[in-house]
């Protein structure tokens, strides 16, 4: 079997959970990816069968390079959207988002931190929901979880924010609400030339997986508060004095 062959199966396996809510153990071995370039193989299969593409998750790692995760455009949804809450849950991290004014198309040489920052439109308070295909994704090769967009499930975006490239990211006071509990505790935040590092690096990782960043892209840069379960409450909602705040109801 190919390993594109492979990447194909593994995301159809993927999405069949998606659509039936029942998690999968693991992938079977001649289908789990064995590389990072296998996993994000199979991401790019998954947004075959169910894209178009909207935009990236995108984290800092402090051992080597940032994982991402290419997502559909479907996952986005504008602050106050319902959504309906799969068997296995959701987890919600607070992030900051940022939509691209601007492509960022195939090249020939790489591009530079300032190129990218000019290149954003606006940022943005986001929630991302995570919900895993995987019955425990911590109990399986690490690899796996990558292949599965990262767990995504949804993206709440709250208003652009006016006078964001003043605001320090590392010092936001970050609050959620999940239901009637109160989320509060600090993380250790990347400021904004760090997080301008980041994208910059997905503007050049992108380049490899067809075509680069698009215009309208919505990239989340991973979690400033949580992961938190949702457990049963049917309210959320997150906030920060510099940047609003992004609220969203659940059906079960």
Known sequence: MTRLVAAERAAELLLRSRL????????????????????????????????????????????????????????????????????????????????????????????????????????????????SRFIDRKSIPPLSPIADLQGNAAVILGPAIAGWRDIDLAALALTMRLGDARIEWPLKNLGLPQTLEVLTWLANHALTRGGGLARGDVVITGARLGPAPLGDADSLSAECPQMGKVTANFSR
């Open 20 to 131: 039936d809510g029942a998690p999968l153990a693991e992938l079977p071995q001649d289908l789990a990816p064995a590389s990072l370039a296998e996993a994000y193989a199979v991401q790019d299969a998954t947004l075959r069968q169910i894209g178009p593409a909207g935009g990236w998750k995108v984290a800092a790692k402090p051992d080597g390079e940032p994982r991402c995760a290419v997502l559909p455009a479907s996952a986005f949804h504008a602050s106050g959207v319902t959504l309906k809450v799969p068997p296995a849950g959701f987890e919600a991290e607070v992030e900051t988002a940022f939509v691209f004014a601007t492509g960022l198309p195939a090249r020939t040489r790489p591009y530079q931190r300032d190129e990218v920052a000019a290149a954003i439109g606006s940022m943005h308070l986001a929630v991302e929901l995570i919900s």
